[in-house]
């Protein structure tokens, strides 16, 4: 039933119902509200949305104005939308689809607001799917892509639920309106966090459907002359194809690894919690935050790359790659919006880089900010080696955190308020931020390909490919390697020559690598990128299905081209 409703597209949007709604319900209910409301998502008995942005805000959450009012009289809150911007716009599915939503309001019990906590409410009866009365719910309109889901917006007047749908597994109200703290206030953006962990491997498996599509491509496209008499090569033999490609191919499997460890990460940290352990909490969000921000922004511009490589066919929506780039636009924006999620992964960068200053020893994912050397070691690397190329990105990184965090003093010490500073040093904040999780997935990368469980037939190909990933970082960042003269120019000559040097060693794998990622098909439904590789016979039939070919001559003919043909020819 569930994947029937996947596929009915239209104006069915459930994603969300399984990514957010139900998850939500996992992460936020007690026991006994699992009990009333969790089996019913699992097997969509009721369909849900996960409703937290409005029309007037998305990123500040604390700025929400729906609220949640609890009158102790009747043991119920009121869910109002006050104001016009208060509309809850843009929840997948809370247009058309769902009959419930999980609401983000804002929480008044005896006259004091709480912040935002969310509440289970009815959207539609489960008779008619009619709105629920004092609901008003629609459809937000066309969007860049993803038009088979029903972004929507609700607006609540006045609508009265139970007590026991505030969802209380954190924070809850008792009878009598009293509030009881959670353990951490931001508890209730659990889900946000678990979700953008999520986004990783959306990403990896966006990136790994964009370069299956345009490795199997090019290898089946010929073009020009590489020879003079010579036949047309497959344009994957040209360097300058395997640059735009291989980068992308390699990157797709280093956000692959990076979403195995923000799971197993998640897991880790969300059951310490159970137990009561909140220490990995901080960490949790900012390693989300950031790699839900670096993967996502690195694929929809890759899959434009892989798009641009493809020429004419790329733009054809018969590739598959216009949809794809839309789905990976989409993920920069929504789920936390990039600059305002790296920006969350610097204040955490900041806050460490201030406890290395005052002796603390850092660990996990920022430990290498307290162990890199401040002055730079010049000297001929060996630039092919893993571990000299993790080093110079956790290098560059280190420098560019200290240096924004002392900037950011600097702006204090003159008299700036914080707030003015961080914002006065945002760009380097963020670039700052940006390198840390580069370093990240380059170390990952590294310390993956040398222990998975391999043979080392194949774990050399993916040795060449990571280093293919970290020597494209440096080539492509130079200036970051360069500036405190821990890496020469000799150093980004000889990264250079390496790089072409792998292009060639990856080609011969290429199409085992976009094939061992095992995407079907009916997944990639592209014509460039099918497994048998008859692109040009069923590129011709996918164009005889536009509807424009349904008649010989189109209506528009009659309507518009001919009288206008006609009296410009009068004209003559
Ligand atoms: C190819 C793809 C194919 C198809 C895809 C197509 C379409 C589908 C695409 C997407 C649809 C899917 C899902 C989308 C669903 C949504 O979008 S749901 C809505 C998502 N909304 C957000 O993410 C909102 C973002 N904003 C926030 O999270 C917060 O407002 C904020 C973090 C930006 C700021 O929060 P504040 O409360 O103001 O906090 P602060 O003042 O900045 O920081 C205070 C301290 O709190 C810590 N902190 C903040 N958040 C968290 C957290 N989640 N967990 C733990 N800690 C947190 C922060 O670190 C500060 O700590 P200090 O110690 O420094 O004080
Ligand atoms: C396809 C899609 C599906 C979605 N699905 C859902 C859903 O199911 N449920 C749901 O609740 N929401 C959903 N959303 C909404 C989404 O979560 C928000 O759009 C997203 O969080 C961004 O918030 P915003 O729109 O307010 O952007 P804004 O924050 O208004 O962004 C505009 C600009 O302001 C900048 N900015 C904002 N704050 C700061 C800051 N503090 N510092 C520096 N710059 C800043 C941003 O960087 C950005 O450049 C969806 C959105 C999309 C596109």
Redesign the pocket.
């Given at each position: 039933m569930a994947a029937a409703l996947q596929t009915l597209g239209g104006g069915i949007g459930i994603t969300?119902h399984w990514i957010?709604f139900t998850p939500t319900i996992e992460q936020q209910a007690t026991e006994e509200q699992k009990k009333k409301w969790l089996k019913l998502a699992q097997d969509v008995a009721i369909v849900g949305?996960?409703?937290?942005?409005e029309m007037g805000?998305?990123?500040?959450v604390r700025g929400l104005e729906t609220t949640a009012t609890y009158d102790p009289s009747t043991q119920e809150f009121v869910i109002n939308s006050p104001t016009l911007t208060s509309t809850k716009w843009?929840?997948?599915g809370l247009g058309k689809t769902a009959n419930h939503a999980t609401v983000m309001a804002q929480l008044y019990t005896r006259g004091k607001c709480y912040g935002p906590h969310n509440f289970m409410v009815q959207i539609r009866s489960l008779e008619n799917h009619q709105p629920c009365p004092g609901v008003t719910l629609g459809d937000i309109g066309p969007?860049m892509e993803?038009n088979g889901n029903d972004?929507g917006f609700a607006r609540f007047d006045h609508v009265r639920i139970p007590r026991e749908n505030m969802l209380m597994k954190f924070a809850r109200v008792e009878a009598d309106g009293t509030y009881v703290q959670p353990p951490s206030s931001k508890l209730a953006y659990s889900n946000m966090v678990y979700l953008r962990g999520t986004f990783v491997m959306s990403a990896a498996q966006a990136l790994a459907s964009a370069t299956t599509i345009a490795v199997r491509y090019s290898c089946v496209r010929r073009q020009s002359e590489m020879k003079p008499g010579e036949p047309e090569p497959q344009i994957l033999e040209y360097q300058t194809q395997q640059y735009k490609l291989f980068p992308q191919l390699a990157a797709a499997y280093a956000f692959w690894f990076a979403s195995w460890f923000m799971t197993q990460q998640h897991g880790s940290i969300t059951g310490s919690m159970e137990k009561g352990d909140m220490s990995g909490l901080a960490e949790l969000h900012a390693l989300s935050a950031g790699l839900k921000s670096y993967t996502t922004a690195v694929t929809a511009r890759g899959i434009d790359v892989c798009r641009m490589a493809c020429g004419g066919h790329g733009y054809s929506h018969a590739s598959g790659l216009p949809a794809l780039f839309g789905g990976a636009a989409?993920l920069c924006?929504?789920?936390?919006?990039n600059?305002?999620m790296m920006?969350q992964t610097a204040r955490y960068l900041v806050k460490c880089f201030a406890q290395s200053q005052a002796g603390k020893r850092l660990t996990g994912t920022v430990a290498y900010l307290s162990a890199v050397q401040p002055s730079p070691v010049a000297g001929n690397r060996n630039m092919s080696d893993l571990g000299t190329l993790v080093a110079a990105f956790q290098h560059r990184a280190a420098r560019m955190v200290r240096h924004a965090a002392m900037q950011m003093q600097g702006e204090m010490q003159k008299g700036k308020a914080r707030e003015d500073a961080w914002n006065s040093c945002?760009v380097l904040l963020i670039k700052a931020a940006e390198a840390h999780v580069h370093s990240f997935v380059v170390r990952n990368f590294a310390e993956t390909v040398q222990t998975v469980e391999v043979d080392e037939s194949v774990r050399a190909v993916l040795t060449s490919l990571c280093q293919l990933y970290s020597l494209y970082g440096i080539t492509e960042h130079a200036g970051d390697f360069l500036k405190d003269g821990y890496l020469t120019g000799r150093d980004i000559d000889a990264a250079s020559s390496h790089l072409s040097a792998m292009l060639a060693r990856v080609r011969p794998d290429a199409v085992a690598l976009v094939d061992a990622f095992d995407l079907h098909d009916k997944i990639l439904r592209s014509v460039l990128g099918r497994y048998d590789g008859r692109v040009y016979e069923h590129l011709y039939e996918w164009a005889k299905k536009s509807p424009l070919n349904k008649s010989e001559v189109h209506e528009s003919y009659y309507k518009y081209l001919q009288p206008f043909l006609k009296s410009n020819r009068a004209k003559l």
């Open positions: 969300l957010a949305a996960y409703a937290q942005t805000h998305g990123t500040f843009w929840p997948g969007k993803s972004n989409a924006t929504a789920e936390g919006e600059t305002v920006l945002s």
